[in-house]
């Protein structure tokens, strides 16, 4: 008889445990993770717009977002972004050397991926 209960408890926590998994998901659907700027002026600070929506079934708050070096500064949605709902990330670079470059945009959130990794990328002439 406690075996019967036991593995019906156990059988029950994980049905539910399942089933509330995929009820607090909140996920990313990019546009686009990646932009390249092409040839930009040394001095000029350029944005790039990564759009996304929410594809999953709750709020997707983004925790934070950085970028990966003191040159490129970050804008991000602090509200929630609610089931269906776009949000934007703007990345802004501002070329103070010339050459190639290739930078990085990190995504905190809830979602259930992770951390996001978006990327910019180009060359800076003079």
Same mark, same amino acid.
């Given at each position: 008889?406690?075996? !019967?209960? !036991?593995?019906? +408890?156990?059988?029950?926590?994980? !049905?539910?445990?399942?089933? +509330? @998994?995929g009820a607090v998901a909140a996920a990313f659907k990019w546009g686009e993770t990646?932009?390249? +700027?092409?040839?930009?002026?040394?001095?000029k600070p350029v944005t790039a717009e990564f759009t996304f929506t929410n594809a999953g079934q709750q709020p997707l708050i983004v925790s934070g977002a950085r970028g990966s070096c003191g040159c490129t500064g970050v804008e991000y949605p602090k509200e929630p972004i609610?089931?269906? @709902? @776009?949000?934007?990330?703007?990345?802004?670079?501002n070329a103070a050397s010339a050459g190639s470059f290739n930078k990085t945009v990190t995504?905190?959130?809830?979602?259930?991926?992770? @951390?996001?990794?978006l990327e910019i990328r180009g060359e800076v002439v003079e």
């Open positions: 008889m406690k075996k !019967v209960t !036991v593995l019906s +408890f156990l059988l029950t926590f994980l !049905v539910a445990s399942v089933v +509330f @998994a990646q932009h390249n +700027f092409g040839k930009i002026q040394q001095g609610m089931p269906g @709902a @776009a949000g934007v990330i703007k990345a802004t670079f995504v905190e959130s809830n979602a259930e991926a992770g @951390a996001v990794y």
